[in-house]
């Protein structure tokens, strides 16, 4: 019946072809770019933040190549001289060349908000695996969890803080602590739905024990969104060490880091701000750079933003 | 010889947790005892709207949760009591394709890795020789190419990807397959592609299919028996041929009247029912089919019907959950064959 | 002159890789009062003319060409103000997901009420009584008690219910109907569709049912077009569309659909498949958009694209092989 009313392709050959009229272009043809070089093309906000942090990182190492003297090395003869030639972003109060210390200043900023990141990422990861998986260690957890959010991270990093005393290293334990519950809180929550997914239904079907049901599907998609809250973890923990830094409960005054560059160039911030200026920028540029590399890679990496339609 | 599945009595209530301290306020009575076999070789269908409960019996069968009552028996074995290490290796012998071909794959696997887990955690391969011929002789099963295995999920189409969910479901060897709204999210033309693939492999293998699905056309058309579910509870059992000509269920009636078919202008009679269906946290009293049901009467308000094979069924194994039957095939608008009525021809 | 025409439609996306032609080159008409079904499976574009007549395209990444002259006025030309004033008012639109489309914060009167205000000037009480009104019309029981709820109050086939009361509020004179009864059960679809033709009647208004259910579009339309990979194939009267497809899409589609009713007479078949694949609508394609996957393509279907010709009185088909009403078959 349906097929009898197409002609076999035979009879066709006498009769005229009815051609449709072809069909302009509405837009201008698009070149698709793929690859590493299209990824970034189509991403400019995480070449931008990611430029940014990578100068910011090249300064950091190689900080003692770059025209800089020693940051700690005192001269009352030269103290609060103007940004010149000589000393670019001008000395302290006393005497440093505050050009040398914001360089340096970079590794302390950096080194706290990597190492933050990763650490809370890690270690939240941990904890929101267990959570959404051991059932009766969920509502222990959690608990425990709210009780920390409901204290301002930097509250309680300022507490750590006061019962140990100022090094680096405690500046990233204490910071690390303080941002543990986030990134708890977001693991849990990505777990609990990924557990729902169909794909760990048909695993556990498959005989898949929890173990690799949790190395092998759960994991590996819990590492996009986790790498977006990284980003936004280390742009808080290099503000909040340099909030420690800056009231004293932070880095050691000898290693120069923005806070204490800031803190010290306090008092006189009315007559020389440029010691406070210098350091300020740093920071919110690297902030900055961290964060638009956290907006682009959500951007990126989440299913739902329909990039291409 | 017995029954590959004889599921009796199935209950699963879901606790629904409220309050400050998370205590349990009420409960959802996703299936509410419930009992069926499949055959080997057999296709059950499973059919009913959203929220009766088919999915849940499904996963129930598959142990994806514990039940809260009954029996689930594969092969002779009980499963439903058994302790996880204890069932893994029946695992094996009951598999699943899910409804939606974009959730059922892990988007971070290669097809590869997706179709040789099940090869792998059930020990069927010797080597990695014959790992690998097992993954390629089940694309040429799901007629997929060979050299996709390297692809990713995202590289598939909808068609495509539950080509690969069957192929997984196949590479344990199983005796039944649970196909959970395994077509209803596919474009008719593709829709036709997966159903005769479904039904080639179950000619071939000889599998046993649960076939839950809410499409009576795809069901009419793919299963040998047929379970209606409404609300929690099955409410007609039936051959397929003998339900379909002579429904015993008013909610079954309905719901072939309801279907909408390719066909303008067809006469048939309708049954469109009033109201929606009851929430299963507080399922109706009597039978629960009662406060939609065109035929109701006193006694369906107050007592539960059981399923019983009604004096005019067409077929043995053709039960039905219904009181009109108790009565003189006067009053009992289902005692004739109903089904050329509401399907149109 | 008919209510809307559309005139060669294209509507074209700027993707990372390549423009995506999803609608190109689409025309129909529909007459006052008629009810017309866009038909097609995912992908197909009738979502995207649908949204192209009410200028519901974010531009860009869209861009809109053609014309779509709704009363002999082009929408395309008009100003993003005056478009305002023709949607929900003389056109409006029911979505799929009633859930999504309703405001969650609102009372379902609040909703109603607002699109009557808005393009009536109808005061708080008045807007109110005509909200009890519309949900009357729609079968809804208690509607008094109905307007002061709120949508996660009322079931899936409620709210739909209510998205066709706010769509009816203004008397609009042309309904868009996106996909209105895939989300509902069979129950509640049969009493959805029951009511849409029942108000079809009594209100009026042309209907442009976008669906991929051809069960549906049986039930309810009286004109089908059915669209494949951007373009429409075929277009004709519900009833030789069914009887006499004439595109091999349109055959290959019906032929895949299992028939309810089949075991009663023990025919048994296998269904039809259309084999392979919907090209990418990111290339041109210069033939039949349909060629890769007809059983009687041949070398002209690949490289001409046929034109939409009329094989039977009101009946049209884009296919060099149809045959014409009347021909000999060979």
Known sequence: MASATVVAPAALTSRDVAAAPPMPDVLPPVKPRRGFLGFLRRNPTIVAGAGLLLVMLAIAIFAPLLFTTDPTALAPARRTREPSAMYWFGTDMLGRDVYSRVLYGTRVSLLVGFSVALLSSVIGLTIGLISGFVRWADSIIMRIMDGMMSIPPILLAIALMALTRGSVQNVIIAITIAEIPRVSRLVRGVVLSLREQPYVDAAVAAGTRTPVIIWRHILPNTLAPITVQATYICASAMIVEAILSFIGAGTPPIIPSWGNIMAEGRALWQVKPYIVFFPAIFLSITVLAVNLLGDGLRDALDPRMAKRL | MTALLEVTELKKHFPIRGGFFGGTTGHVYAVDGISFHIERGETLALVGESGCGKSTVGKAILRLFDITAGQVVLDGKRIDDMTAATLRPLRRRVQVVFQDPFSSLNPRMRVRDILAEPIRNFGLARDARDLEERVAKLMDTVRLPRDAVNRWPHEFSGGQRQRIGIARALAAEPDLIVCDEAVSALDVSVKAQIVNLLQDLQQELGLALLFISHDLAIVEHMTHRVAVMYLGKIVEVAPKRSLFAAPKHPYTEALLSAVPVPMPGAQRERIILRGDVPSPINPPKGCRFHTRCPYVFDRCRTEEPKLAAPRTAMAPGHVAACHLHDRPDSENPLAVAKGEAVIPV | ????????????????????????????????????????????????????????????????????????????????????????????????????????????????????????????????????????????????????????????????????????????????????????????????????????????????????????????????????????????????????????????????MPKLGSSLHGEETRLAEIPGLVPSLKQKIPGCVFASRCPHSTELCIQVAPALEEKAPGHVAACHYAMKEGALAA
Do not use: W
């Open chain 3, 1 to 256: 002159m008919a209510l809307l025409e559309v005139d060669n439609l294209q509507t074209h996306f700027r993707t990372p890789d390549g423009v995506n032609r999803a609608v190109d080159g689409v025309s129909f008409s529909v007459n006052a009062g008629e009810t017309l079904a866009i038909v097609g499976e995912s992908g197909c574009g009738k979502s995207v003319t649908a949204m192209s007549i009410l200028r519901l395209i974010p531009e860009p990444p869209g861009k809109i060409a053609g014309a779509i002259r709704f009363e002999g006025r082009n929408l395309l030309e008009l100003s993003d103000r005056e478009m305002r004033g023709i949607r929900g008012n003389e056109i409006s639109m029911i979505f799929q997901e009633p859930m999504t489309s309703l405001n969650p914060v609102l009372t379902v009167g609040r909703q109603i009420g607002e699109t009557l205000r808005l393009h009536q000037g109808l005061n708080a009480k008045e807007a109110e009584e005509k909200a009890v009104e519309m949900l009357t019309l729609v079968g809804i029981p208690e509607p008094a008690r109905r307007v002061r709820e709120y949508p996660h109050q009322l079931s899936g086939g409620m709210r739909q219910r209510v998205m066709i009361a706010i769509a009816l509020a203004c008397n609009p004179k042309l309904l868009i109907a996106d996909e209105p009864t895939t989300a509902l059960d069979v129950t509640i679809q049969a009493q959805i569709l029951e009511l849409m033709r029942d108000l079809k009647h009594r209100v009026g208004a042309a209907i442009v049912l976008i669906t991929h259910d051809l069960g549906v579009v049986a039930e309810v339309a009286e004109r089908v077009v059915v669209m494949y990979a951007g373009r429409k194939v075929e277009e004709a009267a519900v009833g030789p569309l069914f009887r006499t497809p004439r595109h091999p899409y349109t055959q290959g589609l019906l032929g895949s």
